[in-house]
């Protein structure tokens, strides 16, 4: 059973930093993709950030040169860090594998875990 629990978001002011940190189970090891993902009121769900089991990176336009995706032991456990926050960024953070690196998009099927918050005020 496949399972993602999110964690290290909170309320940050503008131009602050956070590391999201992801503890993912259950995944093959042809699920060689994983990704950040954003939902915030109002908006679809989208990618933000991916990395494959290469450590090749892929980001949306709106977070470059502000958020770096990384992995330890593997890619099933990414971390993002995220820094230079802009209110723009305030949504519910969550982790997932990934199709590919482009464009970034979930594994058809993915089921969502809770997320972590983030928060940007200015």
């Known amino acids: 059973q496949v399972q993602q629990v999110e964690s290290g978001g909170g309320s940050v002011q503008a131009g602050g930093s956070l590391r999201l940190s992801c503890a993912a189970s259950g995944y093959t090891a042809s699920d060689s993709c994983m990704a950040w993902f954003r939902q915030s009121p109002g908006k679809e769900r989208e990618g933000v950030a991916a990395i494959d089991k290469y450590g090749s990176t892929n980001y949306a336009d709106s977070v470059k040169g502000r958020f770096i995706i990384s992995s330890d032991n593997g890619v099933n456990n990414p971390f993002l860090q995220m820094n230079n926050l802009k209110r723009e960024d305030t949504a519910m953070y969550y982790c997932?594998?990934?199709?590919?690196?482009?464009?970034?998009?979930?594994?058809?099927?993915?089921?969502w875990g809770q997320g972590t918050q983030v928060t940007v005020s200015s």
């Open positions: 997932a594998a990934c199709y590919g690196l482009f464009p970034i998009l979930p594994l058809p099927g993915n089921v």
